[in-house]
């Protein structure tokens, strides 16, 4: 990895030559068609999502315009308070329900994904290959294909409409991505330290704890991130296997909310904001890492 | 892949080796089934069986007011193949698949080869594209659903200040397959731009230094260095993105379920439609999985194609 003098812009894995501010007219066209060229893709990326915030933000009076303007006549919290503090909207308990779900799903994937690649990348046993391939296969599975089946069975074992059923149908999808990326970060550590610790006595579970966990920290970081995003991002199970709105999670709520309330824009769009703000936030934070984990996985 | 079967056989000799009938002890001497279990418990349990009895409701006729199901067979899947609105849904996805995979690829190659180059705020433009793979899928539908309003919605009233007299309706049964499309291309060129753009950067500078050396044009550095280095991750991206695409819900779901007049009938909203709403659960397990035939097929011609281009994986 070549050091970059602005390594504040520069990615995890980058190794552009290095940046020199030398005034060169060439360059220097070509830099400003490099943004000119950039920014209908920056507006279309962020138009929508700036257009949720406008909307959360304008008075209730003034979302129905026949003339709307991409600049929002005036500016509003209420909307936020109207629905957080509401007592006939479900809204607060839904988002509860949806920390709670994502983070048991995000827990379970990570305490069994870990140790089933730990398993695959480091353990010989019969069938190894197969169960890997196996594992990546799973990928290809579609959810609608998981959830009729997941909805008889968990209606028979009475999971439905329970928090705990959602967790378990969320690790389905969280679970198979999770081994795989632990597994190919592990073949590509050396496993001599971790030879050298057997040798010297330490059990497997030492191992684990001591060795393997400290060193690919920076990989459970990105799983985790990944489970976590995917769980609260998830529709489909969610709409299949609950339908009581207190045990609803967001995604069905918003949408419920939009069928039923369907003139409230402004509260609909407050509470789309304050679902995607923490999905947003972590992404945002563990950007890098996500790019570096996500690459080394693709690539392998 | 290491196999450590040296260190194994090492371990078994040493004397380090402690006797005892601790829990670490018995684990220590077949590790592979406890570190194993878990996880097998975890793919065995809930994805495994839901999958091989998903394939065996498609043989019965269970639905979800009858109670009493029989064995069928194959019938499911004769009526399905043989209704024309199957090969309709069939049609719709891979339109819906191919386009937004295309698209989504083409503007995530563009943007990647933009923002592979050292520039300032570099990292701000790369965190601002991929805001849309964070937003969750079923807000990005309902955010969308308001901007294509008719009436109230933001994309028409812009048009109207450009001049345009009629602009679309955008979720009629003219134009919304094109909707959502543009929808789900917002949705995941993101995922396409930060594989690609990983990719460039790993593509080692002196390359491209010596193809200058060597008087080769930039353009030619483009197609002779660039793209075949980008195949392999390119290959990987577009096939989790069709993957992903082909059976992709909440966007068609929330925006037209499958309207107006079955315009956007996608496969797995006519599987979730003919399961849960109208109850038959057998036929929509069928519908589900001829989808899943079909990716993969679909994923084995792309994968033998891919082998025969490049020799191997």
Redesign the interface.
């Known amino acids: 990895m070549t050091t970059?003098s602005?390594s504040?812009?520069?990615?995890a894995?980058?190794?552009?030559?290095?940046?020199r501010s030398r005034w060169n007219g060439k360059r220097i066209v070509t830099?400003v068609l490099?943004?000119l060229?950039?920014l209908p893709?920056?507006i279309?990326?962020?138009l929508?999502?700036y257009?949720?915030l406008c909307?959360a933000a304008t008075p209730p009076a003034d979302?129905?315009?026949?003339?709307?303007?991409?600049w929002p006549p005036a500016l509003t919290f209420d909307n936020f308070i109207r629905v957080v503090s509401s007592t006939t909207n479900p809204f607060a308990q839904q988002f509860l329900n949806t920390v709670i779900v994502s983070f048991a799903a995000t827990v379970?994937a990570m305490?069994?994904?870990l140790?089933?690649?730990?398993?695959l990348a480091?353990?010989?046993?019969r069938g190894r290959g197969t169960?890997g391939t196996?594992?990546i296969l799973?990928?290809?599975?579609?959810?609608?294909?998981?959830?009729?089946?997941?909805?008889?069975?968990l209606s028979r074992l009475g999971l439905t409409n329970s928090l705990v059923g959602l967790a378990?149908?969320y690790?389905?999808l969280t679970?198979?991505f999770t081994?795989w990326i632990l597994r190919g970060y592990l073949?590509s550590l050396p496993?001599e330290i971790e030879?050298a610790a057997?040798?010297?006595?330490c059990?497997?579970?030492?191992v684990v704890v001591r060795i393997v966990i400290p060193t690919i920290a920076p990989a459970l970081a990105v799983v985790a991130t990944l489970a976590f995003?995917s769980s609260?991002?998830e529709?489909?199970l969610a709409l299949?296997l609950v339908n009581k709105p207190g045990m609803q999670l967001?995604?069905v709520g918003?949408?419920s909310f939009?069928s039923q309330f369907g003139t409230d824009?402004p509260g609909?769009?407050a509470m789309?904001t304050l679902?995607?703000i923490p999905?947003?936030l972590?992404?945002?934070v563990f950007?890098r890492a996500?790019?570096?984990g996500?690459?080394a996985g693709?690539?392998k | 892949m290491t196999v450590p079967t040296f260190s194994d056989r090492l371990i078994k000799r040493s004397f380090v080796r402690r006797a005892g009938n601790s829990a670490l002890n018995v684990i220590d001497r077949r590790p592979a089934p406890f570190f194993l279990a878990p996880a097998l418990l975890g793919v065995v349990l809930i994805d495994g069986i839901p999958l091989v009895y998903g394939l065996t409701i498609s043989l019965f006729n269970q639905s979800l007011s009858n109670p009493t199901t029989s064995f069928v067979g194959l019938r499911n899947y004769g009526t399905q193949l043989s209704s024309p609105s199957t090969w309709n849904s069939i049609g719709l996805s891979l339109v819906f698949t191919g386009f937004s995979v295309g698209l989504a690829f083409l503007l995530g190659m563009i943007s990647a080869l933009l923002l592979n180059a050292p520039m300032r705020a570099r990292g701000v433009i790369r965190a601002l594209l991929i805001i849309p793979w964070a937003v969750p899928a079923f807000v990005a539908a309902l955010i969308w659903q308001w901007m294509y309003n008719d009436q109230f919605g933001i994309i028409n009233s812009v048009l109207t200040d450009l001049g345009v007299h009629s602009p679309p309706l955008w979720l009629s049964s003219r134009y919304a397959m094109m909707s959502l499309i543009i929808v789900m291309v917002w949705k995941s060129f993101p995922f396409q731009m930060v594989l690609l753009l990983a990719g460039l950067q790993a593509i080692p500078d002196e390359l491209y230094e010596a193809a200058k050396v060597d008087g080769a044009s930039a353009w030619k550095g483009f197609v002779s260095i660039t793209l075949p280095l980008l195949r392999p991750i390119s290959f990987i991206s577009v096939l989790m993105a069709a993957i992903n695409a082909f059976q992709f819900f909440p966007i068609p779901w929330i925006l037209t379920a499958g309207g107006p007049a079955g315009s956007t009938n996608v496969i797995p909203i006519s599987s979730y439609n003919t399961a849960f709403q109208a109850g038959q659960l057998s036929q929509g397990a069928t519908i589900a999985t001829i989808m899943f035939i079909i990716i993969l097929i679909g994923a084995s011609v792309y994968l033998w194609r891919y082998v025969k281009l490049m020799g191997s994986l």
């Open positions: 970059t602005s504040r812009n520069v990615g894995v980058t190794s552009v030559p290095r940046y830099r490099r943004y060229a950039l893709i920056v279309f990326a962020v929508p999502f257009w949720m909307t979302a129905f315009s026949l003339t709307p303007s991409l379970l305490v069994f994904g140790s089933g690649a730990y398993a480091r353990l010989s046993f169960l196996g594992i799973l990928q290809f599975f579609p959810g609608v294909l998981l959830v009729i089946p997941l909805f008889v069975v378990i149908a690790t389905t679970l198979p081994i073949q496993v030879d057997r040798v010297d006595g059990s497997y579970v030492g995003v609260w991002n529709y489909l299949v967001l995604g918003l949408t939009a824009f609909l769009f789309a679902t995607t999905v947003v972590v992404f945002l950007q996500l790019v570096g996500l690459s693709a690539i």
